[in-house]
């Protein structure tokens, strides 16, 4: 079975700070990464993808892959209270089918 | 990005009834989408992949002819609720994928709330 973890949370940090998220996976096959933002009543919201070791960065965001551990993190720097949300994590392993896993994802507050 | 579009966004229904759910890719073309579920705080749950021209491939224990579902061509896919009953109430979301390969990427549609009385 195939697995995709993640702290629930919540994880609540000060605005301004740098949230840290994390994902393991069990797969040590897997190629391709992903980060959703989840609002409260919404569907999910494609933020990065990484497909290779090290740091991607895109404006606040950087994602951060080691396969070697096997993890995946998002840093969220200077985080706004609209970046209140759950962070799902989405795992495509290898094998052909490319469904990726998502883990169940972690709760960030931003309070201000 | 790719974008998804989902109708209804909201229904109700009365138990018994069917409910068909429409699932399109605006922009490209999709051979493969996905169905999930959200129950309220959980996490989203597969429930099938729709592959276009050929059957859909359900996840262990959700019901085939429950959850119907029809991909008709490479930018429509559709789930129907028949028979729905209060149990069924959920958040249902569809996804396109785009792409190539193990480089394919999902985009979701805003999903459909579905509510049966």
């Known amino acids: 079975q195939k697995e995709v973890e993640q702290n629930s949370g919540p994880l609540s940090v000060p605005e301004g700070a740098i949230a840290s998220l994390n994902c393991t996976y069990s797969?040590?096959?897997?190629?391709?990464f992903f980060w959703y933002r989840q609002y409260s009543g919404k569907s999910p919201e494609l933020i990065m993808f990484i497909y290779s070791n090290g740091d991607k960065e895109d404006g606040r965001f950087t994602a951060q892959l080691n396969k070697a551990s096997q993890y995946v993190s998002l840093l969220i720097r200077d985080s706004q209270p609209s970046d209140s949300a759950t962070y799902l994590c989405?795992?495509?392993?290898?094998?052909?089918?490319?469904?990726?896993?998502f883990g169940r994802g972690t709760s960030l507050i931003v309070h201000p | 990005g790719a974008v998804v579009s989902q109708h209804p966004s909201w229904v109700i229904c009365k138990s018994g009834t069917s409910v068909k759910i429409e699932c399109r890719s605006l922009?490209?073309?999709?051979?493969?989408m996905f169905w999930y579920r959200q129950f309220p705080k959980k996490s989203l749950m597969l429930m099938a992949t729709?592959?276009?021209?050929?059957?859909?491939t359900y996840e262990q224990g959700v019901e085939k002819d429950k959850f119907l579902i029809n991909h008709a061509s490479l930018t429509l896919s559709t789930l129907t609720v028949t028979s729905a009953h209060p149990e069924d109430s959920s958040f249902y979301i569809c996804?396109?994928?785009w792409g190539r390969g193990w480089q394919e990427t999902q985009y979701f549609g805003p999903g459909t709330r579905l509510l049966v009385l």
């Open positions: 797969d040590r096959g897997s190629q391709s």
């Open positions: 996804s396109a994928r």
């Open positions: 922009d490209f073309q999709a051979t493969t």
């Open positions: 989405a795992v495509t392993a290898s094998g052909g089918s490319y469904i990726p896993t």
């Open positions: 729709s592959n276009e021209g050929s059957k859909a």
